[in-house]
């Protein structure tokens, strides 16, 4: 079987979303990739999560093809993949429809940034995509998804591990997939900590920004591990 350790961590991220509380029934999906062989292990489709195995992760080229699994892979395959190809300093990606960061995809809104908590991931607001137009949705629509959350990206001056895609959900991305996966438990603390700020005060202002650049850089340095600079994407 081919790439053991990458099937067992690509399968420890996927349990990771349920242990967290961030995917109903079999929403939800974590993958990861093995740059030197450029092969990404992804989550079945449909299968429920409690009967997973590593032998049903299903291994795919960066075009999509199967090399190995006899179950079809997950339909978010392809935006996993443009990710993949576009951001090259990623190794897992997460996607759920966790309900807080939902809730703010849905309505549109990038999550302010209101703490330290945030401040300590992200480096300014949790961003949101362009809604996708009709001829995006009943084209490619899953790789026209990546598309969107890669342009979102390039108005960025700094990484963001996460992004949430307009009426929808969020993505997550880390160096691997069980990081991909602590990423999008954050990202749902922080949509859920952001929902609740502003109704306890709905003119809050966002963190000020000395605050947010001291616990944004003490983590993501130059040699930061996660997060792209404008010209690598
Ligand atoms: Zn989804």
Redesign the pocket.
Known sequence: MLLGNLRQQVLGANLELVRRGLVLYT???ASGISRPDGLVVIKPSGVPYEDLKPEHMVVTDMTGKIIEGDLRPSS?LATHLVLYKTLPAIGGVA???SECATAWSQARRPIPCFGTTQADYFHGPVPVTDVMTDDEIEGEYEKNTGHAIVRALRTLDEGTPGIL?AN??PFTWGPDAMEAAHNAAILESLARMAWITTTLDHEVQPIGRALHDKHYFRKHGKDAYYGQTKEKI
């Open positions: 929403f939800g999906n978010d996607h759920t429809h895609v929808h959900g």
